[in-house]
Each structure stands twice: as structure tokens, then as C-alpha cells.
């Protein structure tokens, strides 16, 4: 059965750090460009990453950019997503969804665009 679960999210003080994680059962992830996703109450859920196949091509969010990193590990099935310098702005619930495309595509389309969801991780940035 195909799965995404997303863990890593918390509650952190501004500027500070965390390091979430996408682990996928019932599929080989690396057949997946991967994004992460976002909704903070009351806002539409926007993307933030995403990731190609081959883990050489990433995008980003214009207001992540030079703050978050995502990467992958084919081998143990997983996708990161670094986030350093957090701000309260960046309190959502993060969520990670797998995406056909080809090897070096990236795209951070619409959510509809994107197949199988994970439950989300919360992030809560606040002093």
C-alpha cells in the first residue's frame, strides 16, 4: 500500500532550524519527483520544494529560497527538507507528495498536480 509519512515538524523559536522527513512505503520513491507543500490556517496549500528524480534539480518557493534545502535518499526511500533561519511566517503544515515528471524535471504546479499526500507534519515558528 502506498504511503507518505512526514515527521520532523515542531514547535521552534525564530531563526531557529528543523529538519523534516518524507519516508515512502509501497512505492520506490525514486521513480518521483517530490515537492513539499504548505497550509497555514485559513491559506490555500502552496508549494514550498520539489525535488527531481535524480536529486540534481531542485526549485523553491521565492520566500524559502537560501533558508530551506530539500535532498533525498533514494536508497532508504526518503525526502528532506532542511529549514534553517525559520520565521513566523513559516508556521503551516508541511506536507510531501510524489509527482511523475521526467528524470531531471522539476515543478512546483498546482497541489491537483502532485499524487500521493502524506498526512503532514506541523511546524509552529514562535517565540
Not at 532550524?17 to 497555514?40: D, E, K, P, T
Not at 533525498?72 to 526511500?77: I, L, M, P, S, T
Request: net charge positive; proline share 2%.
Amino acid at each position: 500500500q502506498l504511503q507518505l509519512v512526514e515527521s520532523g515538524g515542531g514547535l521552534v523559536q525564530p531563526g531557529g532550524s528543523l529538519r523534516l522527513s518524507c519516508v515512502a512505503s509501497g512505492i520506490n520513491v525514486g521513480n518521483y519527483a517530490v515537492g513539499w507543500f504548505r497550509q497555514a490556517p485559513g491559506k490555500e496549500r502552496e508549494g514550498v520544494s520539489c525535488i527531481s528524480r535524480s536529486g540534481t534539480f531542485t526549485k523553491y518557493k521565492d520566500s524559502v529560497e537560501g533558508r530551506f534545502t530539500i535532498s533525498r535518499d533514494n536508497a532508504k526511500n526518503t525526502v528532506y527538507l532542511q529549514m534553517n533561519s525559520l520565521k513566523h511566517e513559516d508556521t503551516a503544515r508541511y506536507y510531501c507528495a510524489t509527482k511523475i515528471l521526467n528524470y531531471y524535471s522539476v515543478s512546483l504546479s498546482q497541489p491537483a498536480d502532485f499524487g500521493s499526500w502524506g498526512q503532514g507534519t506541523q511546524v509552529t515558528v514562535s517565540s
